[in-house]
């Protein structure tokens, strides 16, 4: 009776193909790929093998994918196409994996921030076209762009026309863009225009908390405002920003106890500069970001 139970479990226990969405290592993706395949059928009379891969891809050098797992070769844009086949990749699939490659392979820093903030923005697509993700709802969900066009209503002397504001911040934005979050943000009452002056200012309602998003657009938004923190380390000068790190060995006590600390903090700078802008007017917007995230396995 037990030999049968633990036969039929063996039967029903079956290896999940990994799913491209979940990484940012196309390495690691197709070693957890190549893995997945071998385990997949394991009573095979010719098990899965880095040959099988390469005939699968049409390329000739059997042991082609292990050196690429090992990271021993790059992979070119038509061995991406290759792969993409023998991975069994769809189209948009295949789009996405082209930028995890580049990605990945990308030596410049600004150069891989930006394919970082590509890829984002494929997978957010992919989603919302599969039915993972409103895609109505979406796009409602507020960009960097919304909050600093909030913080500029506080700053002094700024005109509210989209091609100054576009000057204003940079060219970090398109005119289009600006445009849209202006009169969507008017729309919300995030911001009011004044209907004799044109004056804007800052709406009543209060800044929405990032923590009241969904977990997708509170990663995007993220995303973004690091990327403006990357273009700001490579292209700013060095008097206009203060840029620190510190890595550590933490327990999980003290990393909660850490966590909750920054918080708190960054609520509390928050609060207390939204006082101040009631005394009088901002200089400049600035963006305020804290990180903390693991770069090891727990042992």
């Given at each position: ?211 009241e998003l969904p977990p997708a657009a509170v990663r995007k938004l993220q995303a973004e405002l ?6 700001s380390l490579l292209e700013g000068r060095p008097e206009e920003r203060e840029f620190g790190s510190v890595t550590l060995a933490l327990t999980e006590e003290e990393f909660k ?43």
């Open positions: 009776m037990n030999h049968n139970t633990s036969e039929i479990n063996s039967r029903q226990i079956k290896p999940t193909a990994p799913a491209l969405g979940a990484y940012t290592d196309y390495r690691r993706f197709l070693k957890d790929f190549y893995e997945f395949k071998r385990a997949s059928d394991p009573q095979s009379i010719r098990p899965y093998s880095y040959a099988h891969f390469s005939a699968a891809a049409d390329i000739k050098s059997p042991n082609y994918l292990k050196m690429i797992i090992e990271g021993k070769r790059n992979l070119s844009k038509s061995m991406v196409a290759k792969f993409a086949k023998a991975l069994q990749l769809t189209r948009a699939e295949t789009d996405e994996f082209e930028v995890l490659v580049l990605y990945g392979q990308a030596a410049d820093a600004l150069e891989k921030n930006r394919y970082l903030k590509s890829l984002s923005e494929l997978r957010v697509k992919r989603k919302i076209e599969n039915g993972e993700l409103d895609g109505q709802a979406w796009s409602k969900v507020p960009s960097w762009v919304a909050f600093a066009l909030q913080a500029l209503a506080e700053q002094k002397g700024v005109e509210f026309t989209a091609q100054n504001l576009r000057q204003i911040l940079g060219g970090r934005a398109t005119v289009d863009e600006i445009q849209r979050t202006l009169d969507m943000m008017i729309k919300n009452g995030d911001l009011v225009r004044d209907q004799e002056s044109g004056v804007i200012s800052r709406g009543l309602k209060p800044a929405q908390n990032t923590e690091i990327y403006l923190g990357m273009e106890q850490l966590k909750f600390e920054l918080r708190h903090f960054r609520k509390r700078i928050y609060k207390e500069t939204l006082v101040n802008r009631e005394q009088k007017p901002g200089d400049r917007v600035f963006q305020f970001n804290i990180q903390l995230f693991p770069i090891s396995e727990g042992s």
